[in-house]
């Protein structure tokens, strides 16, 4: 199909946007990922906060996690981003108390609009309530939240809505189960 009117892709963001991009870019490279997972766990919250994320003190991402825009996340008490994690986050990424997302999983909160002759960007953002699970490599889109106690199977594609305490996976993902947590 021909477009009519092409039109050149515009970047969403400013120069000053990007330079506060370089500069977080820069400080992560050199200040964070450094040191090992388990060193200067202060000093890493302190860079993060910096950059304007809010951070629980008892929050955790790991050095090797990718953080787009660090002034757009938010973890709460006990939250974890593990090994690997890319957190591209052009909109707000929310993480509430004891969620982990898994080794390798993407949260991603924009897209392209496909209808328009500029490609534009859309961004929308990602909740993840409390005691939620985002397993190994699971992939989450833009605007979705996914309920308190949900759990994203590994590898799973999520592009709508989790509701609380159920258990989906696959591509696209599916409810699989309603998830129970047994007195030990």
């Known amino acids: 199909m021909k477009v009519e009117n092409e039109a050149k892709f515009e970047t969403p963001y400013t120069r000053p946007e990007k330079l506060k991009r370089l500069g977080w870019e820069i400080t992560w490279n050199l200040l964070y990922r450094p040191f090992p997972k388990w060193m200067l766990n202060g000093w890493k919250h302190f860079l993060l906060r910096r950059f304007g994320c809010k951070i629980a003190d008892n929050a955790y991402v790991h050095p090797s996690a990718r953080i787009f825009m660090?002034?757009?996340?938010?973890?709460?008490?006990?939250?974890?981003?593990?090994?690997?994690?890319?957190?591209y986050n052009p909109a707000r990424i929310t993480l509430g108390a004891n969620v982990t997302v898994s080794k390798r999983a993407f949260l991603c909160t924009a897209?392209?609009?496909?209808?328009?002759?500029r490609h534009e960007q859309i961004e929308k953002p990602i909740v993840i309530?409390?005691?939620?699970?985002?397993?190994?490599?699971?992939?989450?889109?833009?605007?979705?939240?996914?309920?308190?106690?949900?759990?994203?199977?590994a590898r799973a594609a999520v592009f709508k809505d989790v509701e609380p305490w159920t258990v989906v996976g696959g591509n696209p993902a599916k409810f699989l189960k309603k998830r129970v947590i047994k007195e030990g």
């Open 70 to 87: 660090p002034w757009n996340l938010e973890l709460k008490a006990h939250a974890c981003i593990a090994g690997g994690v890319d957190c």
């Open 111 to 117: 897209s392209h609009n496909i209808s328009s002759p």
């Open 129 to 153: 309530g409390d005691r939620a699970w985002v397993a190994a490599e699971a992939c989450v889109g833009p605007g979705v939240t996914i309920g308190e106690g949900a759990v994203v199977g």
